[in-house]
């Protein structure tokens, strides 16, 4: 099944967001084609598409917020999950943010900042 696009991701995001406030930023991740230890990264998750999220707490409902993705884009799984500050291992796509993002206070002084490209 072919993945959505960017765009439609952010739309979905847009419809999303505003019933999910504890989310205060919304990052896309783009699937990997890069093989690892014999295995395509993304088959373990059969093609989902990412996206990941970052919250003031822990009161978010991931597979809640990755059903609603889902209903909204109608092509293929979703997974949600928190994001990983400075130990992202990837480069992360910023869709929609509510004030400033959590990760970006969690930069020491000097540092390049977090992975994340937004």
Not at 54 to 74: C, K, N, S, Y
Not at 103 to 116: I, K, M, N
Request: charged content about 30%; overall charge positive.
């Amino acid at each position: 099944m072919r993945q959505p696009s960017i765009l439609d991701v952010l739309r979905a995001v847009r419809e999303v967001g505003p019933t999910h406030p504890e989310v205060r930023a919304w990052w896309y991740a783009p699937g990997q084609r890069v093989r690892l230890q014999g295995v395509l990264a993304g088959e373990e998750a059969r093609d989902a598409l990412e996206v990941v999220i970052e919250t003031d707490g822990d009161g978010a409902d991931l597979p809640r917020i990755a059903g609603d993705l889902a209903d909204r884009l109608r092509r293929g799984r979703v997974a949600v999950r928190r994001h990983r500050g400075n130990a992202e291992e990837r480069q992360l796509y910023r869709l929609l943010s509510r004030g400033k993002p959590v990760t970006l206070a969690e930069s020491a002084p000097g540092d390049a900042g977090p992975r994340g490209g937004g």
